[in-house]
């Protein structure tokens, strides 16, 4: 079998479109959105993220309020930044680029964000509700995982699913998706026994680990859906390369889809974080958005 691939890069840029056709309706009221991004630090990964996140939020029309700063900033100060975000008028989301410095409370800092200018799904009363079922704010990079799954068109209603991973960022909230999809979730993680049998049950994987190849070809079931979260810098033939969790190369042959690194989950994760920005700014100004906009994302 050959897997269909499923282009991240592909869908990303439809989702953008959206995106720039609802900060257009609201430019049309006079709205206009705004995403604050505030990195801590020279982490040459992290710098790269964030300049992405703003340089496609200018592209789509949304404002982007970027702040660089240094890695020894204290907790204090950035908390009084993050309360002059929440309270301007032209920031409707505000990201805060994870990992955070040691001395800096990543739990306060992200609490700080006011829900309503939360485009991570990161403050507690957001991941709340996603568990609750209710209205969210979802963590981006699940759901672009679950845009892509629905592109599939299957119903994964009764479909067993592992995630390989369990970070508030990626795994938990990807559990949370699942379960809302009607799957049967089993999470494993570094203290799980025989993960591989898991695996081998499975008719979705979510691999969110961050180890260079983790899951092998003999792991997966025939006809499975692999989804790869992982961003992993190897070295080989002594050239950098980017590679997932899973075994692409080989496991393309058996699943039925499969996301490739790069150009699939990376893309969707950030435009994504666009239309959680646009959402925000559309719930925070009271305006319905033409509901033709996302209906084939969310
Ligand atoms: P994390 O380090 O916070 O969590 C990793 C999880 O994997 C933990 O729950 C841990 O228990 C589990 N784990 C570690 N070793 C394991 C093992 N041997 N077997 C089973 N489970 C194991 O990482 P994260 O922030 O969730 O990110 C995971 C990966 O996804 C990283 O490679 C990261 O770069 C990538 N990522 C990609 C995107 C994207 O947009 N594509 C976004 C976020 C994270």
Redesign the pocket.
Known sequence: MNAQILNGKEIAAELRTCVAKAVTYLNKQSVYPGLATILVGRDP?SSV?VANKSRLAKELGIKSFQYDLEENITEKELIKLIDELNDNHEVDGILVQ?PLPKHINTDIILDTIKPNKDVDGFHTINAGNLYLNRKAVIP??PL?CLIMLRSLKVSLHGLRAVI????????KPMSQLLLKENCTVTV?????KN?KEIVKESDIVV?????AN?VKESWIKPGAIVID????RIKENGKNKLV??VEFDKIKNIASAITP?PG???????ACLLMNTVLQCSSNNNIELDNNNFKNFL
């Open positions: 990964a993220y994870l981006c990079t672009g390989i991973g369990r970070s508030n960022i990626v795994g494993v993680h570094s203290y799980t993960i691999a969110a680990l961050g180890i983790y979260v992982g961003i992993n997932g969790d690194v699939g989950v990376g893309p969707m994760t950030i």
